[in-house]
């Protein structure tokens, strides 16, 4: 049987993913202040081998959390994570456009 699936959509990714075993984590924006690259409820999901599809912001942001992910799905504890140019990580992410946003990351299954 073949699953033909959407792939620029990240929940039909994940769903596909899981179909085929992989194990999934699932990084949602869940608020945003000021100016931010995605809205609220933009996706970004990542199988345990570190493949994702999907954005929650761009840049240096998607690695920092594709690694949470990736703590995620090992440990199966959520994560939540906040990302803004006040905090020195944020510029170290690359989120320099202003705004903070804050994301919720975790396992599926």
Do not use: Y
């Amino acid at each position: 049987m073949t699953i033909q699936t959407n792939l620029t959509d990240p929940l039909l990714t994940a769903e596909h993913w899981m179909e085929a075993g992989r194990a999934v984590a699932i990084a949602t924006v869940i608020e945003t202040w000021g100016s931010a690259p995605r809205p609220v409820g933009s996706h970004l999901v990542v199988d345990g081998d570190g493949n994702f599809e999907g954005s929650v912001s761009g840049g240096c942001v998607e690695g920092s959390v594709v690694t949470a992910a990736a703590e995620v799905i090992a440990a199966g504890k959520a994560q939540m994570l906040e990302f803004g140019v006040a905090d020195e990580t944020a510029w170290r992410a690359g989120l320099s456009c202003g705004g903070r946003i804050r994301v919720f990351v975790e396992r599926l299954g």
